[in-house]
């Protein structure tokens, strides 16, 4: 029989590009699968759309009355597009998302059939959700979740279902989901953000966080990639020689994309602009069959919904091209792997980007302000802001050389680094006249020049400015962005509301002017935090032990990066903005640890499939091969035999070193894996995962690799790296 890998290879090498018509512009096909504010004008009365747009706009509740006005609109929307179900769409702990799909259809008690979808059902929805994690929420409180609207985040249709964006939350109030926690904290962040924008502008009534994100994936040939276990189970190879070429001649970054692939990202495209995803950048990556995808940003909460709507789309439009879209975060070894920037910002509602210098004096003051704030937040929460984005999966890229390090620091760049040092030198109390012109005119009144030339980017950095907006880079590929952007959103809106409390009692007590006392806090800021900024190379061993020196967090784990979660400070932290509660978080970092562990589970799992099912049996098999012929060899010449057996002798001996040793390790990782699932404390059972049961998978597969490289091609079973990047 013809081992499954040689197949598939025949499949793919038959497939070719399904075309993609493009009928008319895309802005026209923008959204119309979105009940957005142009079908709302057009199916709401008007009392209706004030309500809903007054809801929107402020996160306040919607009376039932108006509910079922919007849910009446919606349903004759939805039904006219087509749709014949509904869901609750929402974002369980584990990540991804989940939804629930009930029909409009409903009989009546006389048995007359009609489309039913009320206020009722639009706002709050059971969904039998209790196998969930929940990190212990229902157990400890006996409750049950319930899904809820958020009007924040419009309606729209996938396939024939109308999906309504929701919070998961439990009877009681606690948060099950990731959605209801981000919510909180853009709520804080406009609040704090909003009072002291209020300083340089009065009109300002709001601060929205933006974020524009940008995904890396793999594409996959399908047929490839349901030929090995590991990619099927894991997302990942877990075993795989590097290839003779890998990414080394980076000729696949930036270069034309294979007609294949581009037919995907149209069709794709095609589909993400009708759901309101405003695609805008496609290109290829630095690893072959590697690519990225960004958008326009928009304001967080929705642009976290489109990522996530993304990611469903790409694996359903990948499947119809057959290909197999790859999110994990290093799926080969020796890659490069993927990512998520999270780029991000704050925007008023008069439109201004606050991390945006301006053309005043005033405004530059604005934007020193919030830029500061970002730093200090950045210094003073850096571990848990690493804790964001912990995960298995991205264990493997931080750190690296490819990704920026678990080490958070802060790149500003030379010019703006100047600028800060300068203001450090501000004297402390008021001003003098020719101080403060001289801060106007030369400091604060050159940001805009400066930054325009500012082309200095440091792609080392985890958390880069880059003229007008923080780049978070560590963010895992896979990663639900709400959960960097609950922390940052979070410790940003601490870091402005203590900020004001302090200008605020320099101009009531000390006498200060507004800008006086404005100057005078962020001096002090740049001072304390400047342990945070680094320009240099990230990926250097000089910066980890500087890091140290600095007394900067560096969790090279995840058992080791959840810790801080829970500590005294971030409990504070969380209660203190409203964000989250100490139930809240435990069990978050519960469910996270145990995902952890499940993961590693899995693939220890695999490990054992691979070398018992796969590698052994064709490792014998070859090495079978190569004593039939030492042995006929043997027969022909007799004592003779050494001078044309000695090659197949060593190679023999090889196989049977590394046969020996692969069974060993499985064996021992299996124990090692039983010793760990006898543990109870979670934290406990993780950190033994990490420490006792990983390490065996390196070595596991050095010596399957080894094999590999040995082996007959014909009779290794695992399709190769090769296959699996270089096939288009
Ligand atoms: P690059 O970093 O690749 O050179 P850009 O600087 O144009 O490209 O932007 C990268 C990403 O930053 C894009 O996804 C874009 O949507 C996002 N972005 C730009 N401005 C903002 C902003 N004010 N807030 C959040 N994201 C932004
Ligand atoms: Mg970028």
């Known amino acids: 029989m013809m081992s499954s890998r040689f197949t598939a290879i025949k499949e793919s090498q038959n497939r070719n590009a399904i075309a993609i018509q493009e009928n008319g512009r ?5 959204g119309v699968n979105v009940f957005n504010e142009k079908k709302m004008l057009q199916y709401l ?16 509740k919607i009376d039932r009355k108006i509910a079922d006005q919007v849910a009446e609109a919606i349903k004759g929307w939805a039904i006219s597009m087509g749709a014949t179900h509904y869901t609750h769409w929402f974002q369980p702990l584990t990540g991804s998302t989940a939804e629930k799909h009930d029909a409009f259809f409903d009989l009546m008690p006389d048995g007359t059939a009609l489309e039913k979808f009320g206020g009722g059902q639009l706002v709050q929805q059971e969904p039998d959700a209790s196998s969930f994690p929940s990190g212990g929420i229902r157990n400890t409180f006996e409750a049950r979740g319930y899904t809820a609207w958020d009007p924040s985040s419009p309606a729209f249709i996938y396939g024939t279902t109308l999906c309504i964006p929701t919070i998961f939350v439990s009877y009681t109030g606690e948060a099950l989901d990731n959605k209801a926690p981000l919510l909180r904290a853009l709520g804080a962040v406009d ?111 929705l642009a976290i919904d489109h990522n996530l709507l993304l990611m469903d789309v790409m694996d359903k439009i990948a499947d119809k091209h057959h290909f197999k879209v790859l999110f994990h975060e290093k799926p080969f070894a ?25 053309s005043t004096p005033m405004k530059n003051l604005q934007f020193l302000t919030f830029f500061i704030n970002t730093i200090k937040a950045v210094n003073t929460y850096e571990e848990l802001l690493r804790s964001s984005i912990a995960s298995a999966s991205n264990d493997h890229r931080l750190g690296a050389n490819e990704a920026p390090p678990a080490i958070f620091s802060i790149f500003v760049g030379t010019q703006l680094s100047n600028v800060l040092d300068e203001l450090e030198g501000v004297s402390k109390g008021k001003l003098s006249p020719e101080e403060k012109t001289e801060l106007k005119l030369n400091v604060v009144g050159k940001i805009p020049e400066i930054l325009m030339d500012n082309t200095d ?41 203590d900020f004001k409390k302090e200008v605020d009692a320099l101009v009531d007590k000390k006498n200060l002017k507004k800008d006086e006392a404005v100057f005078n806090v962020l001096r002090e800021y740049i001072k304390t935090s400047k342990r945070i900024r680094f320009d240099g190379d990230g990926y250097s061993v000089e910066w980890e032990n500087e890091a140290k020196r600095r007394k900067l967090s560096n969790n090279k784990n995840t058992p080791e990066a959840l810790e801080v979660l829970t500590s005294k400070d ?35 799992r695999v490990y054992n499939e691979l070398v018992y099912g796969y590698i052994l049996p064709s490792a014998l098999e070859y090495q079978n091969k190569l004593i039939k012929n030492v042995s006929g060899l043997k027969e022909i010449y007799g004592a003779a035999h050494k ?47 990490c420490f006792d049961v990983k390490p065996y998978f390196c070595e596991i597969r050095s010596h399957s690799d080894k094999l590999e490289k040995l082996m007959d091609n014909t009779l290794w079973p695992l399709t190769k790296y090769r296959e699996l990047l270089f096939i288009e």
């Open 191 to 301: 609040e704090a953000a909003t009072a002291v924008a209020k300083y340089f502008d009065k009109t300002v009534t709001k601060v929205n966080a933006t974020l524009g994100w940008e995904q890396e994936y793999f594409l996959i040939d399908k047929a490839l990639a349901y030929s090995r276990p590991d990619i099927m189970m894991t997302g990942r190879t877990l075993v795989g020689e590097t290839p003779a070429k890998g990414q080394q001649l980076d000729d696949h970054y930036f270069g034309v994309i294979p007609s294949r692939v581009l037919s995907f990202m149209s069709d794709l495209e095609k589909e993400c602009t009708k759901l309101g995803i405003p695609v805008k950048t496609r290109h290829n990556e630095v690893a072959p069959n590697q690519f990225e995808l960004a958008p326009v940003f928009e304001e967080a909460n």
């Open 26 to 30: 895309r802005s026209d096909l923008f």
């Open 334 to 358: 020796g890659i490069n792997g993927s990512g998520k920037h999270n780029n991000w910002s704050l925007q008023t509602n008069t439109g201004v980007n606050l991390l945006s210098p301006g």
């Open 643 to 689: 001078k044309f057996t000695e090659g197949q002798l060593t190679m023999i001996e090889e196989i049977a070193e590394h046969v020996v040793s692969i069974k060993k390790m499985v064996d021992a990782m299996a124990d090692a894996r039983k010793k760990a699932n006898a543990l109870k404390d979670t934290k406990k059972k993780a950190k033994s995962y």
């Open 45 to 60: 009365t008007k009392d209706a759309f004030e309500g809903l747009k007054g809801a929107m706009d402020s996160g306040s």
């Open 457 to 497: 980017r440091n792609r080392t950095s985890p958390f880069a400015f880059t003229g007008n907006k923080f780049e978070m880079r560590g963010v895992g590929s896979k990663t639900n962005c709400a959960k960097p952007m609950t922390i940052l959103n979070t410790i940003v809106a601490k870091q402005l509301k």
């Open 570 to 604: 971030s409990i504070a932290l969380f209660e203190s903005m409203d964000v989250m509660s100490e139930v809240e978080v435990g069990a978050r970092q519960e469910v996270d640890l145990e995902n952890y562990i499940m993961h590693l589970q899995i693939e220890g």
